[in-house]
């Protein structure tokens, strides 16, 4: 009877044991912006991504928008292992000791997303990721959000506007000095309290990329938005090392592979998607004559066969003149701030028109690159050139005070 009670445990302990060693590796990755951001995104796509190559092995726990820890609460937390993944922006890392991350600070250092990456994913990128080990900290990937620009109650139309403005930035020695520079007054603040503070008037202004700036509401308390995108916001992947060091190899190796197809997905989804929704308004507006036209430039007889179609340059006036400015209408007439942002992101990525107008000022020194250019200066020649109201036009003001 004894021996059957003990076998009868014994069966029960291995059954415990077993479901025991059978349960996931849980890691709770903590970030503090809204889940519909680039990054918010990403590291929904790690959590699938870690799921399917381990094959459940490894769960991973997203907490979005500060629901588990603030940011100025969630370093202390991975390091203390409360927390096993975090992705701070990289203005976090001066106030932990490693001050060659706020060069990332500085603006206008970069010249677009291609020089950026050679950065982060070069060496220069793997040195400094280097650095946080003796914090305890594992990095493992740098992950984009965007350019920032500036918000505010008044409009900022020059560095000049700045002034005496009191402006929410994240805690970084490089951001102060920038924000002093043109005479504003820098406010440290967490990410999770900008609304509040912006809403009462504790500052009069913020930086952020447009993604943080709608997902978080903050254009419901701000008049104005110049977008200067002068300086990168990005975040930086990082583990507790002692944690990730304890993993089996073939875990680190497949969360490794989940991150790396992550980083890919987070720094090309803005992208993508623009170019993408582009590509395919083009292809709805590509028409093609019929097979009898191909083969007639007259009714009498039979021509050589030529393929006709609307050109590219065409499709591009189309987008600007018809599609775009229909875009950015049905989003105000939905208040849908997402639509209208598309519409400018659209125009900003067509080349200018190549007309009378743009180049006229071509010949005077200003230089038009994109869509959103020429279609300002358009606008600009018909509420002042075309009415020769040059005293009220800042271009015009300039050029007769300096003749």
């Known amino acids: 009877m004894k021996i059957s009670k003990l076998l009868v445990g014994l069966f029960a302990c291995a059954v415990s044991l077993g479901a025991y060693a059978q349960q996931p590796i849980v890691i709770k990755f903590s970030h503090v912006v809204a ?4 990054k918010g995104k990403a590291a929904e796509m790690f959590a699938k991504k870690a799921a399917e190559l381990t094959g459940g092995k490894v769960k991973v726990e997203v907490y979005a928008n500060s629901t588990l820890y603030k940011d100025k609460e969630e370093m202390e937390a991975l390091q203390l292992g409360a927390v096993q993944m975090l992705a701070p922006s990289l203005a976090k890392f001066g106030p932990l000791g490693v ?4 060069v990332f600070d500085l603006p206008f250092i970069f010249n677009g997303y291609d020089d ?3 950065v982060t994913t070069g060496a220069v990128g793997k ?3 280097a650095k946080l080990e003796p914090k305890g900290i594992r990095g493992l990937a740098f992950w984009d959000n965007g350019f920032k620009s500036f918000s505010a109650n008044s409009p900022i139309k020059t560095p000049a506007d700045l002034k005496g403005k009191k402006m929410r930035i994240q805690s970084s020695k490089v951001l102060e000095e920038q924000m002093r520079s043109v005479g504003a007054m820098p406010q440290v603040m967490a990410f999770s309290e900008v609304y509040q503070a912006l809403q009462t008037g504790v500052v009069d202004g913020t930086e952020n990329p447009i993604s943080n700036l709608y997902t978080q509401k903050m ?3 701000q008049k104005h938005l110049t977008l200067t995108d002068h300086g990168y916001l990005g975040y930086a992947v990082i583990v507790n090392k002692k944690f990730w060091d304890g993993l089996p190899a073939d875990i680190r190796k497949q969360l490794d592979d989940a991150m790396e197809q992550s980083t890919r997905y987070a720094n090309q989804i803005a992208k993508v998607e623009n170019d993408s929704s582009l590509e395919a308004v083009k292809k709805i507006l590509t028409a093609r004559t019929s097979a009898y ?5 007259n009714f009498r007889k039979v021509s050589p066969r030529r393929e006709k179609r609307v050109g590219d340059g065409a499709l591009n006036l189309i987008a600007i003149n018809t599609v775009i400015p229909f875009l950015y209408a049905y989003g105000l007439h939905k208040a849908d701030d997402v639509l209208c942002d598309r519409a400018t992101r659209f125009l900003e990525s067509l080349k200018a028109e190549n007309n009378h107008v743009t180049r006229l000022w071509d010949g005077a ?3 038009v690159s994109t869509a959103a250019d020429s279609q300002a200066l358009l606008q600009l020649q018909k509420e002042y050139c075309d009415k020769k109201d040059c005293l009220r036009c800042r271009f015009g003001y300039e050029y007769l005070k300096h003749r």
Do not use: R
Request: aromatic share 12%; glycine share 4%; charged share 30%.
């Open 35 to 38: 889940a519909d951001t680039p």
């Open 219 to 221: 254009h419901e308390v």
């Open 99 to 102: 001050k060659e991350f706020e």
């Open 116 to 118: 950026l990456h050679k």
């Open 365 to 367: 020194g200003l230089p």
């Open 293 to 297: 036209w191909e083969e007639h430039f």
């Open 127 to 129: 040195q400094l990721l």
